[in-house]
């Protein structure tokens, strides 16, 4: 099993440009999530899926689109690039009961997408 | 919604000394409290995970503490080596999603 894959590794934008991150797990999950990380900020949620066919804001989504292709896979879109959005991106799937009370599961990470908007 | 505050942001200890690591949340419905660790260039991965029903789990060198009076919760690394070097991430759940603290980059020194 591959867990949770990412694409690209790296990638440089000039600001306004857009791209597409992808995102792909073969754990059967239910859930899936997309962070950035920026020095000090710690992992910051952007949107993130709870089963396939739902999607719903993190803290900081704006800016930013998501869509659930199906179970397997997750893309974050960037319509027009910003230096503000220059970060590491990670995805993560989870085998989650989100019905509270229900706690989550463990959530398992793919390797990063670093992004710099210039 | 939830806050978690996470400290030391920094920490330095000499091999073989005791590390620990405390968080706060907010929101008194969180009932999941895992930790991450984090090695340079690598994703987060989970260390060790508690849920509100307990107060302490172990794992070898590792332990975490959840006072849910007090909405806190600790990392407790012992007999710390060089490979335990890395950045920790505590985090609580908000409904199904995970908040997470700021970090901690933690250095241990041979």
């Known amino acids: 099993n591959a867990g949770v894959t990412q694409t690209p590794k790296f990638q440089v934008l000039k600001t306004g440009q857009s791209m597409t991150l992808q995102c792909a797990q073969d754990m059967n999950h239910n859930s899936m999530y997309w962070y950035r990380q920026d020095p000090g900020m710690g992992l910051r949620l952007i949107y993130y899926s709870a089963s396939e066919g739902t999607t719903d804001k993190g803290e900081v989504p704006n800016g930013y689109n998501v869509s659930r292709l199906n179970k397997r896979e997750f893309s974050l879109r960037l319509e027009s690039a910003a230096p503000s959005q220059t970060s590491v991106y990670f995805c993560a799937s989870s085998e989650m009961a989100v019905r509270e009370p229900l706690p989550p599961y463990e959530q398992y990470f793919g390797p990063g997408t670093r992004l710099t908007v210039t | 919604g939830e806050n978690v505050e996470q400290h030391p942001s920094t920490l330095s200890v000499q091999e073989g000394d005791s590390a620990v690591i405390k968080c706060t949340y907010s929101?008194?419905?969180?009932?999941?409290f895992p930790w991450y660790k984090q090695e340079l260039g690598k994703r987060p991965q989970l260390i060790i995970d508690?849920?509100?029903?307990?107060g302490e789990k172990k794992d070898q060198r590792i332990a975490v503490t959840l006072n849910k009076t007090a909405k806190h919760f600790s990392l407790h690394i012992t007999e710390t080596q060089p490979e335990d070097s890395a950045v920790y991430f505590c985090a609580a759940n908000q409904g199904g999603k995970l908040i997470f603290g700021q970090g901690t980059e933690l250095s241990v020194k041979p």
């Open positions: 508690i849920r509100s029903n307990v």
């Open positions: 929101d008194s419905a969180s009932n999941y």
